[in-house]
């Protein structure tokens, strides 16, 4: 696919590509290998300072003084930086940002039909990822070591849908066009500019993460269902077989796409370490109106294969370090807290681990046996059973008030995994109780929330 080098809907195009270094390929095209594209376009100098004043005129000889020199002209206005532009852009289309979206893929698909067979039939939940992802990494512009983190781990997850190289100057086209038609009071030539250097930077960093992860991995495994177990009504954990070697990490998670829902991908975590035999175990709980999660639990039985994209997500455990772990897991978040357990206890290393193992009610705590009979095998693991409104002999109120009630807790790493609320009160009350935020690790919110959507 060509490059495009059409204008924006506001007549920028030949502007930004020529601020852009006037590259043959257009306004996104691939440039070398371990290069960004071009460079960002030029702007004038900032915070010049002003030329000193002159000097006093000196008096003639006149019966009254001459008047005042007048002031020097003050220097040229400070330009905003290209950061600054992309902020300002963003900070007017947030009120709209669905209206933006939406303008968004309607261009995308006019201009690229053959595009819209990369994503699922219907849009509800994939509909606003791509375009809120674009506009998370141009909010790290200046960032580069979060920029390029969190575009090589989207870079490599975008082959399972299987982006190519050549589709991402359609994407780009339309992200132009979405922000130029919907941002008339920041728009112009100097914010495309600076739109066009991110995005060129963003597409290259993805391009290039993609390139290097196909050398080494698949874009996706095939699993077979080899054990579909009911644990409640809307519960189950499912164990799969990969069709190959599945490397991961105990605490990270993985996407899920079932031959019902094509290309319709959620997350969910390991809930072991990895095994000796291969299999891999997630705990899945439908929601209403959760495609995957309903087919997982209800539809799938063993024999069925499904899809597996690349392992992902840091919430794993630092072996070299001794401090103890406070791991909190909410619903089907208690999963990859099981993992850690098993990931500490085969390192053979006696480190303090503190589980609190909450849900709304007594009948959500379903795999309270499992963590129970872990506690007798290991002396350092405690296990604590906590609801929002429990029996007697069962903490009560939820987990961030029972971690208040226990601790101290300043020598312990925090583990987090469950619903968004809980996750966020989790953190503000370990905040509040002293562990530091870079002590803190917990999958991302926004994929949590993708994941129960």
């Known amino acids: 696919m060509e490059a495009p ?57 006149a019966p009254a003084p001459s008047p005042p020199a007048p002031a020097p002209a003050s220097g040229p206005a400070a330009v905003p930086s290209p950061t600054e532009l992309l902020r300002r852009t963003m900070a007017e289309i947030e009120p709209i940002a669905d209206r933006v979206t939406s303008y968004f893929y309607a261009l995308l698909f006019l201009r690229h039909p053959a595009l819209r067979d990369l994503f699922p039939a219907a849009m509800d939940t994939q509909r606003d990822r791509l375009f809120k992802a674009l506009l998370t990494a141009a909010t790290h512009a200046e960032d580069p070591v979060t920029l390029t983190t969190y575009l090589t781990h989207l870079g490599r997850g975008h082959r399972k849908y299987g982006t190519l190289p050549e589709h991402y100057p359609a994407v780009g086209e339309a992200l132009i066009g979405a922000l130029a038609r919907h941002a008339p009071e920041t728009w112009g030539p100097q914010a495309e500019a600076a739109w066009v250097g991110a995005y060129t930077t963003i597409s290259q960093i993805m391009i290039d993460a993609a390139t290097e992860d196909e050398l080494r991995a698949p874009a996706w495994w095939q699993a077979e269902v080899v054990a579909h177990v009911m644990r409640t009504k809307d519960v189950a954990i499912v164990t799969v077989r990969p069709d ?66 690349p392992p992902a997500g840091s919430m794993t455990v630092d072996h070299n370090s001794s ?124 994929e949590l929330v993708g994941a129960t959507t």
């Not at 960004?36 to 008096?59: D, L, W």
């Not at 175990?281 to 994209?309: C, E, M, Q, Y």
Request: charged share 20%; with cysteine.
């Open 323 to 446: 401090n103890g772990l406070l791991c909190l897991g909410g619903g089907t978040g208690i999963a990859p807290i099981k993992a850690l357990v098993e990931d500490v206890a085969r390192h053979g290393r006696r480190r303090s681990v503190d589980v609190f193992y909450g849900a709304r009610r007594n009948n959500g705590l379903y795999d309270i046996d499992t963590m129970l009979r872990l506690q007798q095998s290991h002396p350092w693991l405690s296990v604590r059973p906590v609801v929002d409104d429990g029996p007697v002999g069962l903490l009560s109120g939820g987990i961030p008030q029972a971690v208040r009630e226990f601790g101290p807790w300043h020598t312990h790493d925090a583990y987090l995994s469950g619903p968004p609320g809980m996750i966020r009160s989790s953190v503000d009350t370990l905040v509040g109780i002293g562990i530091p935020t870079h002590r803190i690790r917990h999958d991302s919110i926004e």
């Open 244 to 309: 190959g070697p599945y490397p991961f990490l105990a605490g990270q998670y993985t996407t899920l796409e079932t031959p019902w829902w094509p290309r319709v991908w959620r997350h969910y975590s390991f809930a072991s370490a990895p095994r000796s035999d291969g299999l891999l175990s997630f705990h899945v709980k439908a929601v209403p109106a959760g495609w995957v999660s309903n087919a997982l639990v209800h539809r799938a039985r063993t024999g069925d294969v499904i899809r597996l994209g």
């Open 5 to 61: 080098t059409t204008p924006s809907a506001d007549g920028y195009g030949s502007a930004a590509a020529a601020a852009a270094g006037g590259q043959g390929g257009g306004w996104f095209g691939r440039g070398p290998k371990g290069e960004h594209g071009p460079q960002r376009p030029g702007y004038p100098e900032t915070g010049r300072s002003a030329p000193e004043s002159p000097r006093p005129a000196a008096r003639q000889p």
